[in-house]
C-alpha cells in the first residue's frame, strides 16, 4: 500500500496551465484568434486547446493546416468559425441598430 502514496503533494508550480491566457497565445502565434473565450486557428478554421504549448505547436507543424495556410485570405475569411454567443450578440447589435434606423425613418419629419 506504501507504493501508492505520493511522498510529495502537488505544487503550484505542477500546475502552470492554467495561468496563461487566450490572449497571451494570440500574441506568441500570429496564425491564431480568439473568439467567445476560445483560441481559433484561423486558416483551418479549428478550436485549439491554448493551455498547452506543444498541442499548438503539433497543430501548426500537422499536414492540414500547412495545406490550409496556402489559401487566400479571402478564403480563410469566409470560413471563419465564431462561437454561438458572438453570433447572437451580432444579431442582436444588428437587430437594434434596424429597429433604430426605422423609428428615424418613422420620426423624421417630411418636407412637404
Not at 506504501?2 to 497565445?25: D, G, M, W, Y
Not at 507543424?61 to 451580432?90: C, F, G, M, V
Amino acid at each position: 500500500m506504501e507504493r501508492f502514496i505520493r511522498p510529495n503533494p502537488p505544487t503550484a508550480s505542477n500546475f502552470k496551465l492554467a495561468n496563461i491566457t487566450v490572449a497571451e497565445r494570440v500574441k506568441q502565434y500570429k496564425e491564431l484568434h480568439v473568439d467567445g473565450g476560445k483560441l481559433f486557428c484561423t486558416p483551418c478554421n479549428k478550436v485549439v486547446d491554448h493551455r498547452r504549448n506543444s498541442t499548438i505547436r503539433d497543430h501548426l507543424s500537422s499536414a492540414y493546416h500547412l495545406k490550409r495556410k496556402i489559401e487566400t485570405p479571402a478564403d480563410i475569411a469566409l470560413k471563419r468559425q465564431t462561437t454561438i454567443t458572438t453570433r447572437i450578440a451580432r444579431h442582436t447589435t444588428a437587430a437594434a441598430e434596424s429597429r433604430i434606423a426605422l423609428r428615424r425613418i418613422k420620426i423624421a419629419p417630411r418636407g412637404i
